[in-house]
Nanobody
Framework: VQLQASGGGLVQAGGSLRLSCAAS????????IGWFRQAPGKEREGVSC???????YYADSVKGRFTISSDHAQSSLYLEMNSLKPEDTAVYYC???????????????????WGKGTLVTVSS
């Protein structure tokens, strides 16, 4: 399993960014895939995930602002981030796990496979 996130950058508060994750080595059919982030000095947190049946899950802090989507044919995962806030500044990672539990479970406890992160910086 390989995952590669891209699309990070510097954006002003209130702006938008779209993250992409290219996946290989597995099919989305039996996997939950998602986004996690880690801000400087803070623990990693689950941002959003999508399960194999298409259900989506979001952290309370990003509900209504972020949208997760996936393209099975392209083996790609996306995170559309709108109304960005300085507190969204973090390294964002895409991740995957063979699915046995709910998306909420994986958001809380993490996944097995991780890609290199992409840095998102939101200036005030």
């Amino acid at each position: 399993v390989q995952l590669q996130a891209s699309g990070g950058g510097l954006v002003q508060a209130g702006g938008s960014l779209r993250l992409s994750c290219a996946a290989s080595g597995f099919t989305f059919d039996n996997y939950a895939i998602g986004w996690f982030r880690q801000a400087p000095g803070k623990e990693r947190e689950g941002v959003s995930c999508i399960t194999s049946d298409g259900n989506t899950y979001y952290a309370d802090s990003v509900k209504g602002r972020f949208t997760i989507s996936s393209d099975h044919a392209q083996s790609s995962l996306y995170l559309e981030m709108n109304s960005l806030k300085p507190e969204d500044t973090a390294v964002y990672y895409c991740a995957a796990v063979r699915e046995f539990y709910s998306g909420a479970y994986y958001l809380r406890y993490g996944m097995n496979y991780w890609g290199k992160g992409t840095l998102v910086t939101v200036s005030s």
